[in-house]
Structures are given as C-alpha cells and as structure tokens.
C-alpha cells in the first residue's frame, strides 16, 4: 500500500524552527537505516553512534531527506539539535491532528499486549494510529507521535520508565484522553530507594500529561489501586477499574482455555459479557477487560473491541506457540513467552502453564528475572510456590539468580540447572518427549530468546534427519 505524505520539508522546518536546504516530502520517520523505508525523513540523532555519519546510508536506503544538526550532502531541515527537534515535531503532529483521541498505556506488566490489542480494536473503527513494538521511552514516545498523521481519529502510545521522572513529560506531550495503568509490581525496583512503593508513584505520572475530562483505566485486583485511583481523581480523571475484585466496571468472572482458545466471562458495568480468544494465557482474561474499558473511552464500539480481541495474535516472545517434530518422531507445543520477565508475569505465565491441557508433562525452562534489587533471589526463590501450586513437572534453570529457584525446588521437579542459557538448551532437547508442552521464560539480558530458537531449530534438524 502506498504511504501517503506526511511531512513536507516547509512543515518540518516551521515546526522545529529549522532551515530547509531545498524542498522535499516524506511519507514517514526513520532513526535506524536498517529499518528505514523509501519516502522516510531520516532523524540523525546524536549519541554513542552519531546518526550523521549514517546520511549516506540513509539516502542509499531511499530517505527523501534528513534532519540533521549540521550541512549535510542530501535535502535537508538542519536545526540547533535534533532530539529536541524530534519532541517539537511530535508537538506539531498532536496539534495539527485536531480529532484524534489518544490513549496512553503504561503498567509493570503487559502494557505493550494491550496497546497493542488496543491498536488493532483502533484499526476496525477507522484511521488509526498506534507505537509498534515497545517504542515507549525518550525517543520512542515523540517518534510514534511525529509519525501520526495529520487525519488520526484514534491513536494509542506505550508509555515506560527505569526511574522516576520519565514518564511525565511523555505523558504532557501525548496529552491522553484515556490512560491506563495494568498492574504496579516490583519491576525495575533496583532504581527506586523505596521500592515498590517508588514504581507506583512513578507509573502514576501518566496521570500527570492527561487531558481535561481524561479517564483513568485502573486494575482492581492489584494492592495500589486505591492510591493509584486517589492520585488520579486528585489530577481530575475519572476512574474505571477492571479486575476479579467484587465492583469493577469491568469484572473477569471466569477464565478457561478449551480447543486451542482462551473463554472469557465477565461483566461489564453489570451487563453480563462472554468472548472467545486467540490467547490462552490466562493473564488475558484481565487484559481483555482492560482493553475493552480502554476502547470504550476511546470511542470504540463493543463489537469491534471483541472481533479484536478475538482475532489478536500473541506478539513475538509473549505467549507464541509452535508444534515442534522431534527427529525420534512426535512433537511438543513450545510456548515462547521469553521476551522479558518479572515476579508478576513469572507467576501469570507459571499460572497459564498449569491450567493448560497436555498429553504428556508440562515443562518449564527459566531464566534470570533482571533489575530486581537486593531481593532478586528472594523473588526468584518464591516462584516455587506457584510451580508447586500449577502441578508443573519439570523446570529447567539457567542463570545465577535462579539457583535460588532450583535449591527451593524439590527434586523431583528438578530437570537441570546451567549458569548460562545456552548451557541448558542440550538438556532440555535430551529429555523432551512427544505430547510435552515446554514454555519459555525470562529477561532479555538473561538470555532466554536463545533457548526459545534453539528448540524451535530441533524441527530443522528433525526433517533433516528425516
């Protein structure tokens, strides 16, 4: 499909206070030439590797020009600083998209599955907008905003954070007309003297950008809702919760996976509501309740928020499944969750593993859980509990914080325990058998994608076998 103008260069420069070289058009952004598409504004940001010195490159890959902080040998806007000039061109895209109503997601876990499901109930309404993969930071958030178009009736950010601060000024430049905050647990706690108690404040800055007459979409079930909801009310937003917890506005009832899909049953404002998913995590009971809560103050009508859920895939390393041929003949379900991890989804994705059918064992590999503090091997230890609790057969361990988790183990559960990831990919594909479901989980700086890929290559070199 053809990309539609979104910029001219007179635009640009009128919005960052730059100076045009000669005039151009672009149909997109672009901050990385691997990624960048013919008709892209290249932004040559600085940093540890200067975004000028990729110009060349840039123009190769076919960018219809560039803004840059000096001359530079293509069409070009050049002004003072171009980070700077990224967030006012973000500015100028918010502006000049007069109807669009913007969400903003935040949360410990799962805020990019919902902004992303979000996205996709956004889509069957009409022109939408929304950040792809995780584009949630500094640069990320005024990317995804300078790229929304000028004729966006819905648009919805992910907005993170490491520390304290961040979120903020993110949020005042999105200026949300609804955010959503889907759970407050000990994730990144390591940067914030006070704990959780820190996380909380910070994810409540989302808050701080909103609109007039903003809503605030809250998780009943966790133990900072009060505060979270105070905090919100207090920045004038009007509170809607979801949860399991007895007068949500959006009540999980029940949650059950049966042929592949995951069954919802709920109430929302009291009205009884039943959806079928693609997912079957069992966390996706209350990210659908979030979802939906989210679309409707985005103006999104019920029927196209359950067609969206109903259709939406797992994103990469959150839950994807294969069926995976084993050399010997047979196959197991790998269920790839390993694109980060933390105490809260440790225990959702523990939680899911238990309640899914097999017909031979269910097998967990794990790794380190990262950006936990002083109590990282308390909390690594602690997942013991819920692997007792969902009858899991096996684990797998790889990592130092989680020998923690393996001497808590009883050693009957016990499968192996390697200081590395890849150390602990052999002892996993020698033991799997046809008719185990194997689920994958940990930090990306732990390395858990790599024992994921590595299992998925066994159907490789079962057909070469074969």
């Excluded at 206070?17 to 892209?40: K, M, W, Y």
């Excluded at 009943?220 to 919100?232: P, V």
């Excluded at 059918?357 to 230890?381: C, K, Q, V």
């Excluded at 007792?388 to 797998?396: E, F, K, Q, R, S």
Aim: glycine share 10%; hydrophobic share 45%; aromatic share 4%.
């Amino acid at each position: 499909m053809t990309r539609r103008s979104l910029w001219t260069a007179a635009a640009i420069a009128r919005a960052t206070g730059g100076r045009v070289s000669r005039a151009f058009q672009v149909r997109g952004i672009s901050i990385d030439t691997r990624t960048l598409e013919p008709g892209d504004l290249f932004v040559a940001l600085g940093g540890a590797r200067d975004g000028h010195d990729f110009v060349d490159q840039a123009m190769a890959a076919g960018a219809a020009g560039v803004l840059a902080s000096r001359p530079v040998d293509a069409p070009h806007v050049q002004v003072d600083d171009t980070f700077l000039a990224l967030q006012a061109l973000a500015l100028a895209a918010r502006e000049r998209a007069v109807d669009a109503r913007r969400g903003a997601v935040t949360g410990s876990v799962g805020k990019t599955s919902v902004t992303q499901a979000v996205a996709a109930g956004l889509a069957l309404a009409g022109r939408a907008h929304a950040s792809i993969k995780s584009y949630n930071n500094h640069i990320g958030v005024p990317l995804t905003l300078a790229r929304m178009p000028e004729d966006t009736e819905r648009a919805v950010f992910e907005i993170g954070m490491n520390h304290a601060d961040e979120i903020t000024p993110l949020s005042g430049m999105v200026r949300p007309h609804v955010t959503a905050i889907t759970t407050v647990g000990p994730v990144h706690v390591e940067n914030f003297p006070d704990g959780e108690t820190g996380v909380a404040r910070a994810k409540a800055e989302i808050f701080d950008g909103a609109a007039p007459g903003a809503v605030a979409v809250l998780n009943a079930d966790n133990r900072w809702f009060d505060c979270l909801a105070a905090r919100a009310r207090a920045r004038g937003l009007a509170v809607r919760s979801f949860g399991r917890a007895e007068g949500s506005d959006a009540r999980l009832l029940d949650f059950a996976v049966d042929a592949g899909r995951g069954w919802v049953r709920a109430e929302i404002d009291g009205r009884p509501l039943d959806l079928s998913l693609s997912q079957t995590g069992a966390h996706w009971g209350l990210n659908a309740m979030c979802v939906l809560l989210l679309l409707e103050a985005l103006d999104v009508g019920r029927e196209d928020g359950l067609s969206a859920l109903s259709d939406f895939e797992a994103l990469p390393g959150r839950g994807t499944e294969n069926r995976v041929r084993l050399s010997g003949g047979g196959e197991f379900i790998l269920v790839d969750e390993s694109y980060n991890a933390n105490p809260i989804s440790m225990a959702a994705t523990i939680s899911s593993l238990g309640v899914r059918r097999a017909e031979g064992r269910r097998i967990l590999a794990l790794t380190d859980m990262l950006e936990l503090g002083e109590e990282a091997p308390h909390f690594h230890a602690d997942l013991a509990r819920p692997i007792a609790d969902a009858g899991i057969d096996l684990v797998y361990c790889a990592g130092p914080l989680m020998k923690s988790l393996w001497d808590a183990l009883p050693s009957t559960r016990c499968g192996g325990y390697a200081l590395q990831a890849s150390e602990l990919t052999p002892m996993i594909a020698g033991s799997v058998r046809p008719g185990d479901l194997v689920m994958v989980k940990g930090s990306n700086g732990s390395r858990a994608g790599l024992i994921a890929q590595a299992l998925r290559a066994l159907e490789s070199e079962a057909e070469g076998a074969g």
